[in-house]
C-alpha cells in the first residue's frame, strides 16, 4: 500500500567457526516471508510463495514471521486505499479487484488478525494456511478481520482448530510479544515493504528482497546460491570439513 520500490540487498559474509548446517547430509537454504496478515502486496505474492515452496521444497526451508504494519503504511481514507488497490491490481494483471470494506479508517494496525495466525503455530498449524485464509476473507470477501472473534472463526475454520483455544492463545501476551519481537526484527533489517523475503545460506550468504511479489528475481537468486553450495558440498567430499581453530 505503500511505494512499490522494491529494495534487494546481498550480503556475503565467512562463518569460520561454525560448520555449515545439515538436513539428512544435505546443506538447505532457509527462506523467510515477513508479513502482515493485512498486507495486500503480501496477498499478491501468495502465488510466487506457493511457487517456490513447490520448486525449492527439497532443498529450501520455508519460514514467515509477522512484521506489523504501522500507520506509516496505512492509506489515510478507503478513497486513497482504493486508489492503491487499483494501482495494485493493475501491476499484478489481476483479474479482480481487492476488497476495502474490511478496513477501518483511523486504526494505525491490526493486532488481532495477525495474533490469530501465529497463535496457530502454538497449536501445531505450522504452515500458511491461516495466514493465508485470514488475507484471502479480507482481500477477496471483505470480512473485517480486525476482530477477534471473526479472525478466530476464519482462523480455525482454515486450520480445523477449536475457535476458543486458538482465540485464548492469540489474546495471550506471549503471542504479542513475539510478533512485536519478529516486527523489530523486521525493522532492524532497515526495510520497509512487506513482503520482505530473507534468503539465508549455511555457508553465511544473505540475500533480501524488500517488497518483492513475484517469483522470478527470487528464483534466480535461489538458483545461484543452490548452485554455490553444490560447490562447498563438492570441496567437502574431497577435503572435509575445514580445520578446527
Not at 146 to 169: F, N, V, Y
Not at 202 to 215: E, Q, T, Y
Amino acid at each position: 500500500m505503500t511505494s512499490r520500490l522494491g529494495l534487494m540487498q546481498v550480503r556475503r559474509f565467512a562463518l569460520l567457526s561454525n560448520p555449515p548446517r545439515r538436513h539428512n547430509g544435505t546443506m538447505r537454504l532457509t527462506i523467510t516471508n515477513y508479513l502482515d496478515v493485512i498486507s495486500s502486496w503480501c496477498f499478491w505474492a501468495i502465488p510466487a510463495w506457493r511457487e517456490l515452496r513447490e520448486r525449492y521444497d527439497k532443498r529450501v526451508d520455508f519460514r514467515w514471521k509477522i512484521a506489523l504494519m504501522d500507520e506509516t503504511g496505512m492509506p489515510p481514507t478507503r478513497r486513497h486505499m482504493e486508489w492503491y488497490y487499483r494501482r495494485s491490481g493493475m501491476l499484478m494483471r489481476s483479474p479482480f479487484i481487492l476488497q476495502t470494506s474490511w478496513h477501518d479508517e483511523g486504526r494505525t494496525e491490526y493486532l488481532e488478525p495477525n495474533c490469530v495466525a501465529e497463535a496457530a503455530r502454538d497449536l501445531g498449524v505450522e504452515d500458511d494456511r491461516v495466514w493465508m485464509a485470514l488475507a484471502t476473507a479480507e482481500l477477496r470477501e471483505g470480512k473485517k478481520i480486525g476482530g477477534w472473534e471473526i479472525a478466530a472463526e476464519i482462523g480455525a475454520s482454515a486450520a480445523g482448530l477449536d475457535k476458543g483455544k486458538l482465540l485464548t492463545r492469540a489474546q495471550s501476551p506471549e503471542i504479542e510479544v513475539r510478533i512485536r519481537a519478529t516486527t523489530a526484527e523486521f525493522h532492524a533489517m532497515q526495510v520497509t515493504q512487506r513482503p520482505t523475503f530473507v534468503i539465508d545460506t549455511p555457508i553465511g550468504d544473505r540475500a533480501v528482497f524488500s517488497g518483492f511479489a513475484k517469483a522470478a528475481p527470487i528464483a534466480a537468486t535461489l538458483d545461484s546460491m543452490l548452485d554455490d553450495i553444490v560447490g562447498y558440498e563438492a570441496h567437502a567430499a574431497h577435503f572435509g570439513e575445514a580445520p578446527p581453530v
